[in-house]
């Protein structure tokens, strides 16, 4: 059995590398929403609304980093091809948005998203026995289900 530099089987580290660039090319594409949301935003919750989708994208941006950097140190390459990114995403491009309801029900859609993915993926980093991949997916579930949790309240009447 041969291990990468951090001392993980070299075939779980390409599979868990595979997993994190299709959660990169997801982050990217809610990135890339989010943004577009921030800039696009109407109505009475413009003030609250454009200040948390900056927070959100501001967020999405060091995750960004760290996903592709966790890829790097498990000895693969990380994925920077937007067209590839919306290929391979479930997230899709929205377009188009600026009403509060339809900006916080893509936002909920794409944490859910998200949470799902880097749960499959914290479940592979803990067979692989690759602690700094399962607990980065941790602390990102942590976050991303309280953000959900708050967005879903903001929809309740």
Do not use: C
């Amino acid at each position: 059995m041969k291990t990468n530099v951090i001392g993980i089987e070299i075939k779980k580290a390409n599979q868990l590398s595979s997993k994190l660039n299709y959660l990169l090319a997801n982050l990217q594409v809610f990135y890339t929403n989010t943004r577009g949301l921030h800039w696009n935003i109407k109505g009475e919750k413009f003030f609250e609304l454009h200040l948390k989708f900056e927070e959100l994208y501001s967020d999405l941006h060091l995750k960004i980093d760290e996903v592709a950097e966790r890829i790097l140190t498990l000895g693969s390459t990380p994925g920077h091809s937007f067209s590839n990114y919306l290929k391979i995403a479930d997230i899709k491009e929205i377009t188009s948005v600026s009403n509060a309801k339809d900006g916080v029900t893509a936002i909920l859609k794409g944490l859910i998203t998200l949470i799902s993915i880097e749960r499959n993926i914290m479940k592979m980093a803990e067979e692989a026995k690759d602690e700094g991949t399962a607990s980065l997916m941790s602390d990102y579930i942590r976050f991303q289900e309280k953000l959900s949790w708050m967005y879903n309240a903001y929809l309740q009447k």
